[in-house]
């Protein structure tokens, strides 16, 4: 097998049951793709004017390289003639060319969403159905406990980002100076304002569609400002990339938000931004992770970086585990997966579902928000579809990092991956539980960011602190409860001595950060005395005597 390395993460590899490439006779039929193109991703060391010489030698001289789509990841489009070479030859042909280690054409990805069919939905019952209200209780977004602005990147084919309530939070990158068609920075991006247009470059908004405009506002429209509608986050920077449809622009989309965050991790905040989540309210039904490598890939990509990626899933009442869907299919632990609930939090019936892809439900039916009726006309209705579903948990992700409490962050730009996983946990271990989720989610629950910060507040009121075991409970004559606090979540060691100082019991134990913790202890052997536990980790230890009856 050709070995091929991301920059940003390791290698991608998923294994598949012949069951699933099988040719079926109903089959969906096959996404739209761009005639006459096709990504390809070389080895590290490979040179790419040999492969396109290769690659010329075996289809007629028809090749030639179209964009650079994701440099760092050594990601490229390239153009040929389907008149000379038939598609489907063609990628075989760079599948077997020496420094070509993945393949794909460049498909259009369609936006998820249902048509709206109730305008005078009560406006904002989405929110109160995760808890949103009890979460504002603690922050409303913005900034972390260390003083990080929290940026949200939004993939879409174009949003009205000077909507009255989305343009007070719209993310501009300051050390840019638009429209001189020099790149300031040196981030390899040109005129990248106020956002970037996968498409064309600079910071074009693109075509001003009502689906980005009405993500965007779900995610963070500003809150309490006396007008329209309010987000999950009231406070946080919106960073548009726009013109984003086909897969070579979905990749690069990606790629130039985890440059953005990778910069602001080096440099410790003086460049870059620090980018905690991407919205991807777009896929392509029935497809199969492996026929999609790149787009694939680049969720571990981007988590290694520290974003934590959002995906909707299908409008189709299908189980994707079998039927397939991208991107919510694809096997990358920094990718969160979501279906559509109604107001009630039940899984509507027009909604994919897979107890191994998808992780969790938001509410997406009839969604009050921002709108665009018409270009640049900006004003306020429904949408509904995962679409909606999708930015709540987007926008739940970058209010989690707004938590003033520095035990869930603190590690943000010196361990990045880790502190990703640790807020997708917190999500995905809070969800609500739904019966009609059970058993076709990860979660079996919809999104509940309230339960999440709430776990976030018992972490950092008292839940961690100087190692102690704060109570013991006895059950029954033999059984013990004993809880306990530390101030590191490494692994402690819990013993259990007699009088004599003879080690009678022995167990490791790793905290937990979110939650009560505790160690359960039968003493069924134990002879009738005193005794004493004890737990400790190297030379710091903490213990106390108990009674065995």
Known sequence: MKYCLLLLAPLFSVHFSAAQIATRSDSPAAPERRPGELLVQLTANADLQKILVLLNEASR???????????????????????????????????????????????????????????????????????????WESSTGGITATGDTIVVAVLEKGILLTHPDIAPNRWYNRVEIPNNDIDDDNNGYVDDYGGWDARNGGDGTGGNFNHGTAVTGIIGARGNNAQGVTGVNWNVKLMGLCNVEFEAEIIAAYNYAAKARRLYNQTNGAKGAFVVTTNASFGLDKQKAENHPLWCAVYDSVGQVGIVSVGATTNQNTNVDVEGDMPTTCPSEFLISVNNTNKLGSKMPSTGYGAVSIDLGAPGNETYTTNNAGFDNPTYGTLGGTSCATPHVTGAVALLYSMPCNLLTEDALTNPAACARRVRDVILDHVEPEATLDGITTSGGYLHIGNSVEAVRELCQGL????????????????????????????????????LGQLMYEKELTPQQFGVNYVEYDGSDLPAGVYVMSIGRNKTVTSRKFPKF
């Open 61 to 135: 001289g028809t090749v030639t390289l179209k964009k650079d789509v994701a440099p760092d990841w050594h990601i490229y489009l390239l153009q040929f003639d389907e008149d000379q070479m038939a598609g489907d030859a063609f990628i075989a042909a760079a599948r077997r060319t020496a420094g070509i280690c993945a393949a794909q054409f460049n498909h259009r990805a369609t936006e998820r969403e249902l048509t709206p069919n109730d305008t005078e939905w009560w406006r904002q019952d989405d929110m109160t159905l995760i808890g949103a209200p009890d979460a």
């Open 464 to 499: 961690v602190g100087p190692l102690d075991i704060s109570k013991v409970e006895t059950i029954g004559r033999d059984f013990y409860r004993v809880y306990y606090q530390t101030p590191t979540f490494d692994p402690y060691q819990f013993r259990v001595f007699n009088m």
